[in-house]
């Protein structure tokens, strides 16, 4: 099957490899007459190209392709692990959540220059993050901030984030922050043995479970958005897809909105009571288990934009204290056979 | 000879070609004092002398279109040391880079000019409207939740409406990946429109760090591969439109040029180029 994504349109014009929409309004694409060809594969490990001779290939061509600049995929990120190394973050969370606002908002804080004492050192999917931010800009036409949603259909996808302490660029972090519909982590929660599919948790150095804060602040919803966090870390929990090196971070979102509402101290009583049930029940199952509360895109500016997010990206730049040393019981031989084995001498010890 | 072909980036409206007929002025005219000075006049300038003559007039000089896309060379010679360099210049287009980013290809020809020992001139312009900025920016919206706007008024997402420091990151982008070569480069970030900055000015880098953030902090934390500089220019010394383009009229043409940045001599747009070809 042919991939879309590595075609070209011989119009000039047409920024159908962008938008995914032919400039004459061909549907499907490939009944456009302009429409074929194949861009020049992209390329990622610098090292990598040159190695396998591909650079002369591409400059044969008059149209030489660039790097698209779309969300990473899986293979594209192993690619990029040949490169260099990286820090996953995954985010979970169910349908609206905040989990690409989270993202876009921590974009959109190096737009504006030095973020928490870092900055910004480049990034691979430019195109996606300003697809993804569009909607909370003023040139969309809106009137509120929105973020897009990410689609089921979409499957994982990585955003690439580099960032670098003030004064020290070599001390550089590679974030490769995963996007993946909140549809398919409820339905993991629902049914266990999708937690295999889900293979951005056991790689992620860091995992943000996201607690609405939405459905905080709305006393019908508040309990259905508690047990869901808690759900979706037991679920993972007990399908080994967490475990005793795993860095677990209970994010609450929109703080804004907790702020707001008139039940403002039962509903952070509400949540210190959970946070507390949350550390006693799974805490010791975990390498770490912390508790953050972000007010990403603050649509009535009573928060600083980016609220709380500070303290999120220190942390995932800040690598991880080494694991607990992981303790195996003694073996004890039962068999004759076993030990026979430990009677042996082996050549090391002759 | 000491030949070296420099790279110019900028989207439309950056001062590119406007910058280029000043420096082709000053070194000929010998008005003014310079770091470096014509050093012979050969080869076609053709092109040189068609825009450096609305420069004269104080007429906006004519933008590049992609069909006008030419490679001009300048022979030039530093009176200090008496070496000679041949400046090579792709005028391109603003309407390329703003392509090439939309629609993720470039030409040989492109990547070739990156190939060898030159450096990189960045253009932005200091006369620019705002962009990318967020409706959390602008503070809360003043009308009630079923007031909405129209929908229709929404705007579907284009490679346009991306902002000018996110285009000029990822055209930087471009170079640290093959087919491009891989290797530290200097670059010099030259603000145009340098006259209109409100006094007190901030010095040009000042400026670049408050007003392309993205940008800056790019420049900044990718040292293996661009060691830059920035220079505020104003090639045309103001306004060529009203009342001001008299005054400018009035005077001796290389001096309406401003320069502003490290080693540069108040009218010398030589000093960037001095810097990019080697110079300390």
């Not at chain 1, 969300?71 to 609206?96: I, K, M, N, Y």
């Not at chain 1, 430019?126 to 973020?147: F, K, M, N, W």
């Not at chain 1, 080994?240 to 979102?253: C, D, E, F, K, P």
């Not at chain 2, 090639?235 to 540069?264: F, H, K, M, N, Y």
Request: glycine share 8%.
């Amino acid at each position: 099957m042919t991939d879309d994504s590595d075609t070209v349109c011989k119009k000039a014009d047409c920024q159908v490899t962008v938008t995914g929409s032919c400039a004459e309004g061909h549907t499907p694409l490939a009944s456009c007459p302009n429409y074929g060809g194949r861009a020049i594969e992209q390329h990622d490990g610098y090292d990598d190209e040159l190695e396998d001779g591909e650079t002369g290939a591409s400059a044969a061509v008059e149209r030489i392709g660039l790097p698209a600049g779309d969300a990473l995929t899986p293979e594209e990120v192993d690619q990029f692990l040949r490169w260099r190394e990286a820090t996953f973050v995954t985010v979970v969370g169910d349908s609206h959540s905040g989990k690409t606002t989270l993202i876009c908002s921590l974009y959109d804080r190096f737009l504006k220059g030095n973020f928490a004492g870092l900055g910004f050192a480049g990034s691979r999917t430019l195109i996606a993050l300003e697809r993804r931010a569009h909607h909370s800009r003023v040139d969309s036409g809106r009137d509120t901030p929105e973020t897009a949603r990410t689609s089921h259909l979409e499957g994982l996808r990585y955003f690439h984030l580099a960032v670098a302490p003030s004064g020290q660029p070599e001390s550089r972090t590679d974030l490769l922050l995963s996007d993946r519909s909140g549809e398919v982590y409820r339905s993991a929660r629902d049914n266990s043995s999708l937690v295999e599919t889900l293979l951005e948790i056991p790689q992620a150095d860091r995992i943000g479970l996201l607690l609405d804060g939405g459905r905080v602040a709305n006393p019908v919803e508040r309990n259905g958005a508690l047990q869901s966090v808690r759900q979706t870390l037991r679920v993972l929990l007990d399908n080994s897809a967490l475990g005793l090196i795993s860095v677990v971070q209970v994010i609450t979102t929109k703080m804004d909105l907790i702020a707001a509402s008139p039940q403002k101290r039962e509903i952070e009583a509400t949540l210190d009571a959970f946070y507390d049930r949350m550390s006693v029940d799974f805490a010791r199952r975990l390498k770490s288990l912390s508790f953050y509360s972000i007010a990403a895109r603050d649509p009535t500016s009573g928060f600083a934009p980016g609220h709380g997010l500070d303290k999120l990206i220190e942390n995932w730049t800040t690598p991880s204290s080494p694991s607990i040393p992981l303790t195996y019981p003694p073996i004890v031989s039962h068999s004759e056979f076993d030990r026979l084995l430990l009677r042996t001498p082996t050549e090391t010890t002759r | 000879m000491n030949e070296q072909y420099h790279s110019i980036l900028g989207l439309p409206r950056s001062g590119k070609t406007t910058f280029l007929a000043a420096l082709w002025h000053l070194i000929d005219a010998g008005e003014v004092a310079s770091k470096l000075v014509l050093d012979q006049l050969v080869g076609d300038h053709v092109y040189l002398n068609s825009i450096v003559d609305a420069w004269r007039r104080c007429e906006e000089v004519p933008r590049t279109s992609m069909a006008a896309e030419t490679k001009v060379t300048i022979h030039v010679h530093a009176p200090d040391t008496g070496r000679k360099i041949a400046l090579g210049f792709p005028d391109l287009s603003g309407e390329s880079f703003e392509k090439q980013f939309a629609m993720r290809f470039c030409t040989q020809d492109y990547v070739d000019g990156f190939s060898g020992r030159g450096g990189i001139v960045l253009f932005v312009n200091a006369d620019r409207p705002s962009d990318g900025m967020t409706l959390t920016d602008i503070g809360p919206p003043e009308f009630d939740a079923e007031e909405r706007g129209d929908p229709a008024s929404e705007k579907e997402w284009t490679a346009d409406l991306v902002p000018e420091q996110v285009r000029l990151v990822d055209l930087l982008q471009f170079l640290l990946r093959p087919p491009f070569l891989r290797r530290q480069r200097r670059l010099v970030v030259v603000v145009s429109a340098w006259d209109v900055v409100i006094s007190p000015k901030p010095t040009p880098a000042e400026w670049l760090e408050r007003e392309l953030p993205f940008l800056y902090q790019f420049l900044v934390n990718n040292p293996a591969s661009f060691i830059f500089r920035v220079y505020g220019v104003s090639a045309q010394g103001g306004s060529v439109i009203g009342d001001q383009r008299s005054v400018l009229l009035s005077q001796t043409p290389s001096r309406r040029i401003e320069c502003v940045g490290p080693g540069a001599d108040p009218h010398d747009l030589t000093a960037p180029i001095l810097w990019l070809t080697g110079g300390d």
